[in-house]
């Protein structure tokens, strides 16, 4: 294969594997703009990636058994817009209760906590929407570990069960509980004391 900027952006692209998110600026450092834009016209009007916003796209995951791209991945969504405009987002305990398969609500909208301004967008009838928060509470770099506490948090301390806490612990091995611990030193004393006992007694 030539290795026209085309080629190597379609070829960046496919290596993400399905799903992935992206928008101009994930290429910005390797290309010309002229080239970026060019590239990207061509890839959609390929049906090699898909258009989901202006300037947003994606690599669409594709379902066998519909035999057809399926809805964006939301969280692929948030997190190629946090680095288009260098935000710092963590979900909101519904929202990270959903992408643990812990909740069985059907989500509507998912909600972020951002450094950012207030923003909401319409993902092919699924709303995103990021609602400004302080630094301090967008603190949790890690998305394990951010998932875990807004998951626990959500359910609040007074209706954790060891049920909810079994189904939780299940969803991770012991190295990686203890690497969430690590990183969630920083949560409030009594989802940290949870994920410790999980870690400590896995």
Known sequence: MKKTAKNLI????????????FTPNDFIKDFKRWEIDNSLEDLT???????????????????????????????????????????????????????LNLSTQVMGNYIYLSDGPI????ICGQILEFKHTTLKEATLQYKTASLVVQAIKAIGAEKIT???LEKL?????????????????????????????IAENY
């Not at 379609?10 to 998110?21: E, F, K, L, Q, T």
Request: without cysteine.
């Open 10 to 21: 379609v070829s960046r692209i496919y290596g993400r594997g399905r799903g992935w998110a």
């Open 162 to 164: 060891s049920e909810f």
């Open 169 to 197: 612990k299940a969803k991770f091995i012991k190295d990686e509980w203890q690497q969430i611990k690590k990183d969630s030193s920083k949560a409030p004393m009594w989802v940290f004391k949870i994920i410790s006992e």
């Open 119 to 122: 923003k909401k967008y319409d």
């Open 45 to 99: 009007n390929e049906e090699k990636i898909r258009r989901i916003l202006r300037g947003l796209y994606d690599y669409p995951l594709y379902s066998e058994i519909l035999k057809k791209n399926v809805a964006p991945d939301i969280e692929q969504v948030a997190n190629a817009l946090a680095r288009k405009f260098s935000w710092r987002i963590q979900p909101t305990g519904d929202t990270a209760l959903n992408y």
